[in-house]
């Protein structure tokens, strides 16, 4: 990694040999390393249109002009690359990250970004809370005597990395006098942090170059890799008891340790084998006083590319700094929620946290709206600088859609935020993408609600910003569409023909809410919405009110039949049994029909309605011949106890109207099927037109 010695060495071999195309582009790489773009993309251009050259400088000169914040340019060179090497992950969220470029630019004025005065001409990075103050890391150079120089660092007059401290001012906010950490006690011949603690500020791993006998180890490659050392920590600051992390390694780097409030759990980056790509971050969990094996953190944060620098807040905050997700150049800060034991998708912090430079190391205090990163943007004082952050807003990341399908995206949703008073404080309309962003005050309670043409959303979606730290987290919105409908007709129970003009009322029982339509042709239809509960009714003038109770739970589409018969107002009803096959009216059934005489005598207006059945055994045609029957024996019956023939209107209807599940081709009892073989009659007031 010494990339300034490097580079002179392949500069002299592209001039002697301007043919050479991997000495210009290992010119070109240095001058990334050593944060030149402007050099890079001198040298990563021509290489563009050699032949024989590597793919992957489509990709490098892409990374290099965001580095110049020429990003519509970059995002052509992404797609090539993509293009090229269609199996490589890396380009498709870089991609995703530009075509949104605008959502993370918007929000620069709701984030202050504030230089700190403990900064220095050269690279300080790798900022901690210390007991009212900042552990660094820097490569200042506070040694009279003895200079440590490092050959991997941008400029040859930046010394090897050490452990800084300087303590705030709670009055004024500025940070006094900077000393090395301990007084220097514990300071090696090699790179030396960053570090982080817990149990109290008793307890701290910090990540150190490898050594071994005290002297520096190498892998088989040559290079002097990280590892991570534990110590314990006096009040003084001076670290004793040091002692390796037991799942170090030589063959690769494992360092940038940060620790949950507990002390629990650890986290990590480190480049050891079958990880996702470079870099990935990792965790361990104490059990017992034992570290447990190192757990990848899964893909959800790590990428093909490197991640560094894990902060976990709130032991569900995870912060990390990453070049492998879509950002806005170099090295960005991201964030990832966990929920249900699990970290979900990484989100960029946007800008002005993020920037085309490099911003990195990012921690938090225990509120999480304010802390401190670094960053080698323009306009600091040295190579990386520390910055204080403060926010007073959360970020929301929604996608719009289609439930029971969320791999359908749906655009064009008009979605609303609404506050605990119910009022809209914001509202957006979904991207192409199927994307919406909003940006929320903390500690409030807030829901969203979606509006679209033939959809709809089952349940609005809360989102509560009540102790969050700082950060985007993503939601997602389920749009369902709107095919599930409740459908019948309306029959008279006594001439079997539709009812025009009768009121259908639909009673949501869960929402208690009610809907209506006046149905003029006999038929009713209604949308109803999944997982709910139901009652339809139907109102009509002169007959008896009738419906049913309907569930749709687990249902999201089609359409759910049921025709509704309804009885006209009566003032007496009887119903005689038949036997099987037979018409003649039984003798158990005169007591019944003696009722239907008397009430009629009473009733000198009254009129009677005589509705024959049969159940469904035999054909339809002899049974409609056989209910027939038995509506004229009924009538004669009454007809012989000197009620007049005008009065009565009798009608048979075969195997119509079932009243349970013994239809044609259904096994029934004898019992079942008699409940079918019947007669109904009903004493009538009669209907007179209004004049």
């Given at each position: 990694?010494?990339?300034?010695?490097a580079?002179?060495?392949?500069?002299?071999?592209a001039?002697k040999?301007?043919?050479?195309?991997h000495?210009?582009?290992?010119?070109?790489?240095c001058?990334?390393?050593?944060?030149?773009p402007?050099?890079?993309?001198?040298?990563?251009?021509?290489l563009?249109?050699?032949?024989?050259?590597?793919?992957s400088?489509?990709y490098?000169?892409?990374?290099?002009?965001?580095?110049?914040?020429r990003y519509?340019e970059?995002?052509?060179?992404?797609?090539?690359?993509?293009?090229a090497?269609?199996?490589?992950?890396?380009?498709?969220?870089?991609?995703?990250?530009?075509?949104?470029?605008?959502?993370?630019?918007?929000?620069?004025?709701?984030?202050?970004?504030i230089p700190?005065?403990?900064?220095s001409t050269?690279s300080?990075?790798g900022?901690?809370y210390?007991?009212?103050?900042?552990v660094?890391?820097s490569s200042?150079?506070l040694?009279?005597?003895?200079?440590?120089?490092?050959l991997?660092?941008?400029?040859e007059e930046?010394?090897?990395?050490?452990l800084?401290y300087s303590k705030?001012?709670?009055?004024t906010?500025?940070?006094g006098?900077?000393?090395?950490?301990?007084?220097g006690?514990?300071?090696s011949m090699?790179h030396?942090?960053?570090i982080?603690?817990?149990?109290?500020y008793?307890?701290a791993a910090?990540?150190r170059?490898n050594?071994r006998h005290?002297?520096?180890?190498?892998?088989s490659s040559?290079?002097?890799?990280l590892?991570i050392?534990?110590?314990?920590?006096?009040?003084s600051?001076?670290?004793?008891?040091i002692?390796?992390?037991?799942?170090?390694?030589d063959?690769s780097?494992?360092?940038?340790?940060?620790?949950?409030?507990?002390?629990?759990?650890?986290?990590?980056?480190s480049?050891?084998?079958?990880?996702?790509?470079g870099a990935?971050?990792y965790?361990c969990t104490?059990?017992?006083?034992?570290w447990?094996?190192?757990?990848?953190?899964g893909?959800?944060?790590?990428?093909?590319?490197?991640?560094?620098?894990?902060?976990?807040?709130?032991?569900s905050?995870?912060?990390f700094t990453?070049n492998g997700r879509g950002?806005f150049?170099?090295?960005?800060?991201?964030v990832?929620?966990?929920?249900?034991?699990?970290?979900?998708?990484?989100f960029?912090?946007?800008?002005?946290?993020n920037?085309?430079?490099?911003?990195?190391?990012?921690?938090?205090?225990?509120?999480g709206?304010?802390?401190y990163?670094a960053?080698?943007?323009?306009g600091?004082?040295g190579l990386?600088?520390i910055y204080?952050?403060?926010?007073?807003h959360?970020?929301?990341?929604?996608?719009?859609?289609?439930?029971g399908?969320?791999s359908?995206?749906?655009?064009?949703?008009?979605?609303?935020?609404?506050?605990?008073?119910?009022?809209?404080?914001d509202?957006t309309?979904?991207?192409?993408d199927g994307y919406?962003?909003f940006?929320l005050?903390?500690d409030?309670?807030?829901?969203?609600t979606?509006k679209?043409?033939?959809?709809?959303?089952?349940?609005?979606?809360?989102?509560s910003?009540?102790?969050h730290?700082?950060?985007?987290?993503?939601l997602?919105?389920?749009?369902?569409?709107?095919?599930l409908?409740?459908?019948?007709?309306?029959y008279?129970?006594?001439?079997?023909?539709?009812?025009?003009?009768?009121f259908v009322?639909?009673?949501?029982?869960?929402?208690?809410?009610?809907?209506?339509v006046?149905?003029?042709?006999?038929?009713?239809s209604?949308?109803?919405r999944?997982?709910k509960k139901?009652?339809v009714?139907?109102?009509?003038?002169?007959?008896?009110?009738?419906?049913?109770?309907l569930?749709?739970?687990?249902l999201?589409?089609g359409?759910?039949?049921?025709?509704?018969v309804?009885?006209?107002?009566?003032?007496k009803?009887?119903?005689?049994k038949?036997?099987?096959n037979k018409?003649?009216?039984?003798?158990?059934?005169?007591p019944y029909?003696?009722?239907?005489?008397?009430t009629?005598?009473?009733?000198?207006?009254?009129?009677?309605?005589?509705?024959?059945?049969?159940?469904?055994r035999?054909?339809?045609?002899?049974n409609?011949?056989?209910?027939?029957?038995?509506?004229?024996?009924?009538?004669?019956?009454?007809?012989?106890r000197?009620?007049a023939?005008?009065?009565?209107?009798?009608r048979?209807f075969g195997?119509?109207l079932?009243?349970?599940?013994?239809?044609?081709?259904v096994?029934?009892s004898?019992e079942?099927?008699?409940?079918?073989?019947?007669?109904?009659l009903?004493?009538?007031?009669?209907?007179?037109?209004l004049?």
């Amino acid at each position: 990694m010494a990339w300034r010695n490097a580079l002179e060495l392949y500069l002299r071999m592209a001039e002697k040999d301007p043919a050479d195309l991997h000495a210009r582009q290992r010119v070109a790489e240095c001058y990334v390393k050593l944060n030149d773009p402007v050099a890079a993309e001198i040298w990563y251009k021509p290489l563009l249109n050699e032949l024989g050259v590597s793919p992957s400088v489509k990709y490098e000169y892409a990374e290099v002009l965001c580095r110049s914040s020429r990003y519509n340019e970059a995002k052509k060179w992404y797609e090539e690359y993509q293009a090229a090497v269609p199996n490589d992950p890396l380009p498709k969220d870089k991609i995703e990250f530009l075509n949104n470029l605008n959502y993370y630019l918007k929000d620069s004025l709701l984030m202050k970004v504030i230089p700190i005065n403990l900064n220095s001409t050269h690279s300080d990075f790798g900022p901690q809370y210390f007991k009212g103050g900042l552990v660094f890391v820097s490569s200042r150079d506070l040694e009279l005597f003895i200079k440590r120089t490092s050959l991997a660092s941008q400029h040859e007059e930046e010394s090897l990395l050490d452990l800084y401290y300087s303590k705030k001012n709670t009055i004024t906010g500025d940070f006094g006098e900077v000393g090395l950490f301990g007084g220097g006690n514990t300071k090696s011949m090699y790179h030396d942090g960053p570090i982080a603690f817990y149990d109290h500020y008793k307890k701290a791993a910090f990540t150190r170059n490898n050594t071994r006998h005290g002297k520096s180890a190498f892998d088989s490659s040559g290079r002097r890799n990280l590892h991570i050392y534990f110590a314990e920590v006096e009040h003084s600051g001076t670290l004793r008891k040091i002692r390796p992390f037991i799942y170090n390694n030589d063959s690769s780097s494992t360092a940038h340790a940060s620790f949950s409030e507990d002390g629990k759990i650890m986290f990590f980056s480190s480049d050891r084998p079958k990880g996702y790509g470079g870099a990935d971050i990792y965790f361990c969990t104490n059990q017992k006083g034992e570290w447990s094996k190192p757990v990848n953190a899964g893909p959800a944060i790590n990428t093909a590319g490197d991640e560094f620098y894990p902060f976990i807040a709130n032991d569900s905050t995870l912060y990390f700094t990453s070049n492998g997700r879509g950002g806005f150049g170099g090295l960005d800060i991201f964030v990832s929620n966990k929920r249900k034991g699990k970290f979900h998708k990484a989100f960029n912090l946007g800008y002005p946290l993020n920037t085309s430079f490099d911003d990195f190391s990012m921690i938090t205090d225990s509120v999480g709206r304010t802390g401190y990163f670094a960053s080698n943007r323009k306009g600091g004082v040295g190579l990386d600088d520390i910055y204080l952050f403060v926010s007073d807003h959360y970020y929301i990341v929604g996608q719009t859609k289609e439930f029971g399908n969320l791999s359908k995206i749906i655009p064009d949703v008009s979605v609303y935020v609404v506050d605990e008073k119910g009022v809209i404080v914001d509202s957006t309309r979904s991207d192409a993408d199927g994307y919406v962003r909003f940006r929320l005050p903390h500690d409030e309670n807030f829901s969203f609600t979606v509006k679209k043409e033939g959809y709809d959303i089952l349940e609005d979606v809360g989102f509560s910003t009540m102790g969050h730290h700082y950060g985007i987290d993503s939601l997602a919105f389920p749009l369902w569409k709107r095919e599930l409908f409740a459908k019948g007709k309306i029959y008279s129970n006594e001439s079997h023909e539709h009812i025009q003009g009768s009121f259908v009322l639909l009673k949501n029982i869960t929402d208690h809410t009610v809907d209506s339509v006046y149905s003029d042709n006999g038929e009713y239809s209604f949308l109803v919405r999944p997982n709910k509960k139901y009652r339809v009714e139907v109102h009509k003038e002169g007959f008896i009110p009738d419906g049913f109770n309907l569930n749709t739970k687990d249902l999201y589409k089609g359409e759910l039949l049921n025709d509704i018969v309804l009885e006209e107002v009566y003032i007496k009803k009887e119903v005689a049994k038949f036997s099987y096959n037979k018409f003649d009216v039984p003798p158990e059934s005169f007591p019944y029909l003696n009722q239907i005489i008397r009430t009629l005598k009473k009733f000198p207006d009254a009129t009677l309605s005589i509705n024959a059945y049969a159940d469904s055994r035999g054909t339809k045609q002899y049974n409609q011949l056989l209910s027939d029957k038995r509506a004229e024996a009924t009538k004669k019956y009454i007809l012989q106890r000197g009620i007049a023939s005008g009065r009565i209107t009798a009608r048979g209807f075969g195997e119509e109207l079932i009243l349970n599940r013994c239809s044609d081709g259904v096994e029934c009892s004898e019992e079942e099927h008699s409940k079918n073989r019947r007669v109904e009659l009903k004493v009538q007031q009669p209907q007179h037109p209004l004049e």
